[in-house]
Every structure is written in structure tokens, then in C-alpha cells.
């Protein structure tokens, strides 16, 4: 990586900025003090209209898709962004108000549609609350006359005319009144009261004490009347969302547009954020940043192109520097899982090439079955050349198909071929019993019947995982001069696995071999407890070199995650071999034939769902805690360029340049 410091004129900078952002080569990076004669221009309010604009198509395509779904196949997702002219990006730019009213156009629809389905819910709840007084002929806010006091309302309780007689007479013995019932359920009574004008305080005053409450309306119309003009109300509120509706739809063929403008705004965004950050005089503007070494001529050329400016490369702090990853076409599509883990730091070295190969070996192991491989193989293959992914999304199928491979292999070790699929259908069809071991041409291993030994190969490749990882710790301790925690605290614990692993072998192969192993681990087990303790003083240099050996427990507890190897893998058989039964139940009948190809799909679909998962998440678990535990440390920046980063479009690469 170099630092790269670019000087050049301030009439040139939004052309030299578009072809920075186009090439992707420069992380441009904020400088918080300005040089003498240098500032900053502020851009806060351009950016956020920029940024308002991408909302706003953000929800325009929302209430699109919500009301005029976009017909997408299931396969869409692989599919890269869509390619466009340098060019149809100013006829993107002259568009842009016009798409940006049409968004606004659409987000005002759906207001209408939410505000008038919020009115709705208040008529129907008016219309509810004037249910009860539907027989009434006259309107609820009647006024009194001059010689009759009018009460109409409700009480919270049920009444019929005997008891509300001597509830009103119980409270108030000289109340004159007159009245009539609405409605009465439980719980509630409508009543009208008519009382003389001279004792309507009095009236008020009974009504209160038996929680008499007027209903809260302003219309002058009966009840009756008012429930039809709500309801008259209430289907112009319908016929009008549904207007909305239609003309949010008339927009759908504009989806394209609004996706385009959408973009052309996020750049515009992010270059106008970077046009902030950088350093300006009266007549030139310099841009500070970092650029991979091999990059550098491709900037200087660039710049010759665009600008006449001054372009300077430097040397960087490795501390303070972002990482990009370089890789083999092999071990590339396994970047994304030591970045989703950590970017490597200046101390450490790029794990990926070794993490790929682990990868892909360990997930076809658990996978294990040829004719998933096959598929895996095959429908990545396909996905790639038909979609013309973006790179993330190329990078992820390739990593797919390479542990295809791997599965397409482990599959012909453990003869299982979509389970035991191809002896299943021959002895269905045929009535003769074969085996999938004579099938297979080759020496193969049977993981349910073999499962011992299965066993014992996982923890042997377990135990190569964790030697190449302390490997990588000893090459980085060698790097950094630090001798004594090369050979001493990774050497002798790779020396004393070894050990173990000669002493385990000698079990099985000869009286030897113990000898051997228990020197080996003898002679490491002494060295750990002279060494471990060396930083300490005194008595405490005895007791962290004994106390070290503590940690064999843990070597031990990391080989046996290693088993996962065989559970994944005998899982996957197992799953695969119960469908095939499960499809050969209903006999050989055409009825039968049918069922047999629905549950042999469905069922061996279930079984690639969810072991590809399973293999997946746990062979990442065995890359981040058995290996990078023993030596990668990570906390590295990643590098992120100054580029375009739309969600829909791509310009096209210039071949010529």
C-alpha cells in the first residue's frame, strides 16, 4: 500500500472526482487541519438534498412495490447491476427533476391513501357511536325551547323505564320530567329527557349523579342523516384511495427510472461528502489517500487524462493503513470470510489462502455427497454465466462451487450419491440388492459403518488445521525477531502435538512408535516448564512453566471439535438415505412412481438446505476459533476506496483505456 497525495486545479476538480469515483482506485481520506492558505468548503447543504432525494425514491419504490409488485424470478438476486453507458449518466442527470416529482407525485398518493384510511376508521367508529340513537328524529346537539330543557345522551349502565324513574325520582324527588329510551344493553342506556326549563339546574343535577354524559357532536342533522351522509363520506373516501391506487400503479413503468435517478443521487452524495473533506485554495485542491502499489500507474495515467495536476507517492504508517486482500483466483472468493472476520494488521500475514483451502475441505467433508457437489457445481456455473454477477456476488458463488468440488469428492470417498440414491432406485425397479460399495469401482469409506475411523481421520485432519495455524504463529514471531515465543511457546507445543500424535500412532502400529511419541512429548513437556515461565521472577518462573502444561486440556477440547467433521457428514448421509426410503414406500404403481419423485425432491431439497447451512457455519466456526485462534490477531482497516456505490447501475469499463 503507498500513501499518494494529488495537487491539481480547482476547474478540473468535478471531472478529475467522476473519474476517481469511476476507477475505484484512491481511499481518499479526511485530513482534519488545513495546510496555511487551504480550507474546507462546506457542502452539508448540497449533501442532504442529495441524500433527501435518495430517501425519498427509497420510498417511492416501497409504495410501488407494495402496490404493483415487481415481477422478479427467484433467481434475480444473482444478477449484477445493469450496465450503462458513461454517457446515459447526463441524460440520467437531465431526468432527474422530472423523476424526482414523480416520486414526490407517489409519496403524496400514499399520504392520501393513509390519511383517508385513518378517516374511515373515524367514520366507522362515528357511525358505531350513532348506532344507538338511529331511531332518534331529532339531532343529538338539539337546543332547549323556552318553556322544555332537552337532555339527550347515555348513561353507563343498564336501564329500563321503571328503574330510571326511581333512579331520577331517588335523586332528585321534586324533578319534573318527561323521557324516552333509545337503547339499553348492558352497560349502557341512550335516553332523551325533557324537564321544565325552571328546573333544568336540577335536572343537571340528577342526570350527573347517575353519570349521565351528553354525546360530543356539532351536526345539526338527526342521527339518521348523519349516518348517511358518513356513509356517503365513507364511499367517496374509498373510490378516492382507489383512484390513488391506480395512479400509483400508472407509475410502475417509471420503476426504472426512479432507480437510475436514485443512484445518480447516492454519487452525487458521496462525492459531494468527499469534495467537503478535501483541502482548497483559491486555484488548486489537493486529495490525500492511500492506493495499492500496483495501482499507481493506472493513477498516473488517470491523472495525465483527466487533469493537469501533481501526483505524489509516499510510503505509509502500517499501522494507520487500510488492507486490501490479494489473492489467487483460488483463495479470492474466501476474502469475504476473513473480512467478515477481521482484516488482517500490519503484524499479521493474509490467511486466506490457507483458510480457502481448509474451507473448501472441510465443508465437502461434511456435505459429503457427490450428487449435491454435482448440483452445487453446476448451478454456480450456470448462476455465473447466465446473471453476470457484481464481483461480491461472483465471489460468493465461486466460493460455493469450490466446496462443491470439494463435496463432489468426499462424496465419492463415502460412496453417497444423493444418499443412497442409485442402489435404492435398482433395487426399487429391478427387486435385486445391491450396495452402494458395489457400485462404486473404488475402496470407499462408509461413515455409519466406518465411523470409528471416520473418526479418528477427522481428529487427524483436526490436528494438521492446528499445526499449520501455530505454524503461521512460529513464521510470525520468526518476522518479528521474538525467537524465544517462536521456538519456545509455539515450537515446543507443535513439537509435543506431534509427540502425541506419533505416540497414538504407535498404538496401532507398533510398540516404536510409543517410544518415540512419549519422548518427543517427555522432552517438550520439560522444555515448557524451563521456558513458560521466563518473564517471571523468582519461584513464579517454576510455577508458569508448570502451570502451562494446563493448557494441553485445551489442545485436547480443540482436536475433538474436530469430530463435527464426522457428525455433519454422517447426518447428511443418514437425512438423504431416509428420504430415499421414505420415496420407495408406495410401491410401483404409477401413483407410487409419483410420490416417489415428490418426496425424493422435496426431501433431498430439505436435506441440502439445511446441511449446506450447518456445513457452512461450522466450518467457518473450526477457520475463526481452531486455526485464527492460534495466531491471527486481525484489527486490520479494510480498504475502501472512493468509487461508485450504486445499488442498480454500473458503468461500463472502457476496454480501450
Known amino acids: 500500500m503507498k500513501s499518494v497525495r494529488i495537487i491539481a486545479l480547482r476547474q478540473d476538480r468535478k471531472r478529475l472526482l467522476e473519474h476517481l469515483q469511476d476507477s475505484g482506485l484512491v481511499q481518499i481520506e479526511k485530513t482534519e487541519t488545513c495546510r496555511k492558505g487551504f480550507g474546507k468548503i462546506d457542502m452539508t447543504s448540497q449533501i442532504q438534498i442529495f441524500e433527501r432525494n435518495v430517501t425519498l425514491s427509497e420510498n417511492a419504490l416501497k409504495i410501488l412495490d407494495s402496490n404493483s409488485p415487481e415481477k422478479k424470478s427467484m433467481l434475480s438476486a444473482f444478477c449484477g447491476r445493469r450496465e450503462i453507458d458513461p454517457d446515459e449518466i447526463g441524460v440520467i442527470a437531465s431526468n432527474a427533476g422530472e423523476v424526482i416529482d414523480v416520486c414526490n407525485r407517489i409519496c403524496e398518493l400514499n399520504k392520501q391513501i393513509a390519511d383517508n384510511a385513518a378517516e374511515r376508521i373515524r367514520i366507522k367508529t362515528a357511525l358505531a357511536q350513532l348506532e344507538p340513537w338511529k331511531n332518534l328524529d331529532i339531532p343529538l346537539n338539539a337546543k332547549d325551547t323556552k318553556t322544555t330543557a332537552v337532555f339527550i345522551g347515555s348513561i353507563q349502565k343498564e336501564y329500563n323505564e321503571v328503574s330510571l324513574s326511581e333512579a331520577l325520582a331517588e335523586a332528585s324527588p321534586k324533578l319534573e320530567f318527561d323521557f324516552e329510551i333509545q337503547f339499553a344493553n348492558e352497560g349502557l342506556t341512550c335516553i332523551v329527557l325533557f324537564a321544565p326549563i325552571a328546573q333544568k339546574e336540577l335536572a343537571e343535577n340528577a342526570l350527573r349523579d347517575i353519570g349521565f354524559a351528553k354525546p360530543v357532536t356539532n351536526s345539526s342533522l338527526t342521527p339518521l342523516a348523519e349516518s348517511k351522509k358518513l356513509v356517503e363520506r365513507s364511499h367517496k373516501l374509498e373510490d378516492d384511495t382507489e383512484n390513488a391506487k391506480k395512479e400509483i400503479i400508472s407509475f410502475a413503468d417509471r420503476r426504472k427510472d426512479i432507480k437510475d435517478t436514485q443512484d445518480y443521487f447516492r454519487i452525487r452524495a458521496d462525492k459531494y461528502s468527499v469534495i467537503g473533506e478535501l483541502q482548497h485554495s483559491r486555484n488548486v485542491f489537493v486529495i490525500s489517500g492511500y492506493i495499492p502499489e500496483e495501482d499507481c500507474e493506472k493513477l498516473e495515467r488517470l491523472c495525465e487524462r ?352
Open 306 to 657: 483527466v487533469s493537469v495536476c501533481y501526483v505524489e507517492f509516499g510510503d505509509v504508517d502500517e499501522e494507520k493503513a487500510p488492507v486490501k486482500l490479494k489473492n489467487s483466483r483460488f483463495a479470492a472468493p474466501a476474502e469475504s470470510i476473513v473480512n467478515m472476520y477481521s482484516p488482517p494488521s500490519h503484524d499479521d500475514i493474509d490467511p486466506t489462502p490457507l483458510l480457502a483451502f481448509f474451507f473448501y475441505f472441510f465443508f465437502g467433508m461434511m456435505f459429503s455427497d457427490a450428487g449435491y457437489g454435482l448440483l452445487m457445481v453446476i448451478g454456480t456455473g450456470l448462476a455465473i454465466k447466465l446473471f453476470k454477477p457484481d464481483k461480491e456476488m461472483r465471489n460468493t458463488l465461486k466460493l460455493f462451487q469450490y466446496c462443491g468440488i470439494s463435496t463432489f469428492f468426499w462424496g465419492l470417498v463415502f460412496a453417497s450419491f444423493f444418499g443412497d440414491a442409485p442402489a435404492t432406485l435398482y433395487n426399487y425397479f429391478t427387486g435385486a440388492d445391491i450396495t452402494m460399495e458395489q457400485i462404486f469401482p473404488w475402496p470407499t469409506i462408509d461413515p455409519q459403518k466406518d465411523a470409528l475411523m471416520l473418526m479418528i481421520i477427522s481428529i487427524a485432519f483436526g490436528l494438521v488445521h492446528i499445526l499449520v495455524g501455530m505454524g503461521c504463529k512460529f513464521y510470525v514471531c520468526l518476522r518479528q525477531k521474538d525467537y524465544g515465543g517462536a521456538f519456545f511457546d509455539t515450537g515446543l507445543w507443535m513439537l509435543m502435538l506431534i509427540g502425541f500424535a506419533v505416540l497414538a500412532a504407535g498404538m496401532a502400529f507398533g510398540q516404536t512408535l510409543v517410544y518415540v511419541g512419549t519422548g518427543i512429548a517427555i522432552f517438550c513437556a520439560i522444555g515448557l516448564v524451563l521456558t513458560q515461565g521466563r518473564n517471571k521472577k523468582g519461584f513464579g518462573k517454576v510455577i508458569g512453566g508448570l502451570a502451562s502444561l494446563y493448557d494441553i486440556t485445551g489442545y485436547i477440547s480443540d482436536l475433538l471439535s474436530y469430530s463435527r467433521l464426522l457428525a455433519l457428514g454422517l447426518t447428511t448421509g443418514v437425512m438423504a438415505q431416509v428420504f430415499n426410503m421414505l420415496s420407495t414406500m408406495f410401491g410401483k404403481s404409477w401413483f407410487g412412481i409419483i410420490l416417489l419423485i415428490i418426496v425424493f425432491i422435496i426431501g433431498h431439497a430439505i436435506n441440502i438446505g439445511l446441511n449446506a447451512l450447518g456445513s457452512y457455519v461450522h466450518t467457518m466456526r473450526l477457520q475463526y476459533v481452531e486455526m485464527f485462534g492460534k495466531f491471527y490477531e486481525g484489527g486490520g482497516k479494510q480498504f475502501k476506496p472512493f468509487k461508485l456505490n450504486s445499488k442498480y447501475i454500473k458503468i461500463q469499463e472502457d476496454k480501450s483505456k
